[in-house]
């Protein structure tokens, strides 16, 4: 029988239901049990999962090492001591019992991402956490002079640490042991980066402990991540981005523990992003504090970041700059997208409002800082064109006629002082 060590179980977080392009440099690469987990909505569902691993995978830069062997040989004046290594991660048909992979050898620049689904009671729709190392007994071997077998033990932990932690990354976790050679004791404590993860989803919308039929599962859930999600309903994709970035350290790694500081952030990416890392994480000190806004990598829009711990139904998620700003101070590099802005956007914060109003009011017939249309002039066609761009807050409740261009400034005026929410 193999025996183990084996950190005290792996990190579960949760995601919970809110009331009603470079090359890719690593490659996650999502395994599924043999079982059908969404009945007949299986292919539409993977494809989801698959683009949300896709995703995460073209915008993580950092190349990771293969790790070719299990086994690691310290030798000493003719003594040697052999190390060897498993993973394992959490069962994602059930996330309570480790499953072990007695062979811990994996290809460079591959995550793998173990998917399942089970009942999830409450409103938890996902559940997410990385894989772990733990150091296989049946390998530990000694030979030599028992005087120099702590110094072998040493240089095999040095080679075993260089292996798993892959060049690059966060840590993950530390994995710890002990053993002795005549009456020499050695510890062992190796700390590893990502190789494994775990992602489970919730096929139980109704919590009554059975898995839905296929009428109940496409109500409770957006299968389809190539559609706008569907009034009530709970996007797949959406949960299987924000699981995946648990399973490689958000929230869930050694490396992001040593950046919280109670609620506070002290990664210099995120600051410089923000400009304060201050109450940016919650309360439990495992996702982005919730409601904090980002733009999203994709068109430069506002929205949530994927790591606030709650989904809107009806909404779905994509990467944020502040994501990968996260990303990036627990260990990984990642692209760096140029944000899309609509051209109404004079200030660049994602939306269009009334502040991009006042910055075309003070660019009209001086500069073209109010310019929308590329013509190098701020005019009442860009004030046009902000009008139907505008975003919010509110609605804009007041129908606009087209006016001449010496009335344009006067209108834009009367607007601001109205005190209605423009839309």
């Not at 004791?185 to 296929?214: E, Q, V």
Request: charged share 15%.
């Amino acid at each position: 029988m193999r025996r183990r060590f084996v950190l005290p179980g792996c990190a579960a977080f949760l995601l919970l239901l809110a009331a009603a392009q470079a090359a890719s440099a690593i490659n996650i690469n999502v395994v599924y049990p043999a079982s059908n987990m969404f009945q007949g909505y299986e292919a539409t569902a993977k494809a989801a999962i698959n683009a949300a691993a896709a995703d995460l995978s073209a915008a993580i830069t950092s190349n990771l090492s293969a790790i070719t062997t299990d086994a690691y040989t310290g030798s000493v004046s003719g003594t040697t001591a052999t190390l060897g290594w498993e993973f394992y991660y959490l069962d994602p048909s059930t996330s309570s019992n480790n499953v072990f992979v007695p062979t811990a050898t994996i290809a460079a620049n591959t995550v793998t991402m173990h998917v399942g689904a089970r009942s999830i009671l409450g409103t938890t729709l996902g559940l997410g956490g990385p894989g772990g190392v733990s150091l296989d007994l049946d390998q530990f071997t000694a030979g030599g002079s028992p005087n120099q077998w702590v110094a072998a033990v040493a240089e095999a932990e040095d080679l075993s640490e260089t292996a798993y932690r892959r060049g690059g990354g966060p840590v993950i976790g530390v994995a710890e042991g002990s053993g002795s050679y005549g009456s020499n004791n050695a510890i062992i404590a190796m700390p590893y980066t990502i190789s494994h993860g775990f992602l489970s989803l919730d096929w139980d919308g109704n919590n009554n402990g059975a898995k839905d039929s296929d009428s109940q599962l496409n109500a409770y859930w957006h299968f389809d991540h190539t559609t706008p999600v569907a009034t009530g309903k709970n996007d797949l994709y959406s949960v299987a981005l924000h699981e995946m970035m648990h399973a490689i350290g958000i929230g869930a790694s050694d490396t992001w523990d040593s950046k919280l500081s109670g609620t506070s952030w002290t990664g210099s990416n995120v600051i410089a992003l923000q400009g304060s890392g201050a109450g940016l994480i919650n309360g439990a000190g495992d996702h982005i504090a919730s409601g904090v806004m980002s733009t999203r990598i994709s068109d430069g829009a506002a929205q949530e970041a994927v790591m606030d711990p709650t989904l809107t139904q009806g909404s779905r998620k994509s990467l944020t700059a502040l994501d990968l700003a996260f990303l990036r101070d627990i260990g990984y590099t990642t692209i760096t997208p140029t944000p899309v802005f609509n051209p109404a956007d004079f200030n660049e914060d994602g939306d269009v409002d009334s502040a991009d109003l006042l910055i075309w009011q003070s660019a009209y017939g001086v500069n073209p800082n109010g310019d929308t249309d590329n013509d190098g002039d701020s005019d009442g066609r860009d004030f046009l064109f902000w009008q139907r761009a505008y975003t919010g807050p509110g609605p804009l409740t007041a129908a606009v006629a087209v006016p001449e261009p010496s009335t344009i400034l006067l209108l834009a005026s009367v607007l601001l002082l109205s005190g209605r929410r423009l839309r």
